[in-house]
């Protein structure tokens, strides 16, 4: 987890006007939010390199208040927002900056970056507000251009996740609620997907950036909670509710 102060507000606020740079002229302010230091340091060195990407990071927050003071303070044109966070989720930065993103002067766009590909996660954000959503397997390049994309008012999403989206926007049925999934955190549903896509634990706190006794701690708590023995049970449970 981060410091409480993870924004580089001064530098932000300085940069608000500040034109040009990066390829084509192009020039976009990003702030990363994601509750992994590690992964944030990663997308920076990827995308933040502005006289090459066009791409300027003006803050940097790991939970809900942080990414909330932060997206206040530097008004960046776009978020890069992660699902699950502590204190709320991406859905409810979503709601508290709801102000910025509707602001047609200098409206602050958000596009979802995170490790879950699960319709839930991609409907609820994008009905939050967000603009687009892509899963952390993109490549720096096309993360780039999915920013700039978003930047200039397009909706972008990662294949097969526009489905989600028209599916959901189609029909005017609600989901029905699973009470079962109800019962788990995000975290753990994170790995409970994982583990049914047959992923070893190993593989699952690298993907997550969490620690193998982590791993399987989620599991135990998912195994206890749907009342299951054992990985080929809680692999039929996820199948049969197409979780997979």
Known sequence: MSDPTEANGTAGAEAAGTAGGG??????RVVLVDDHRMFRTGVQAEIGRTEQTGVEVVGEAADVDQAVTVITAVRPEVVLLDVHLPGGGGVEVLRRCAALTADTERPVRFLALSVSDAAEDVIGVIRGGARGYVTKTITGADLIDSIFRVQEGDAVF??????FV????????APPVDEDLD???QREREVLRLIARGYAYKEIAKQLFISVKTVES??????RKLQLSNRHELTRWATARRLV
């Not at 390829?23 to 976009?28: W, Y």
């Not at 989620?218 to 195994?223: G, I």
């Open 166 to 173: 028209l599916d959901a926007f189609a029909s005017t049925d």
């Open 183 to 185: 019962r788990l955190t």
């Open 218 to 223: 989620h599991v135990s708590a998912v195994l």
């Open 23 to 28: 390829t084509d002229g192009r020039h976009v």
């Open 158 to 163: 990662s294949p097969r996740l526009a489905g």
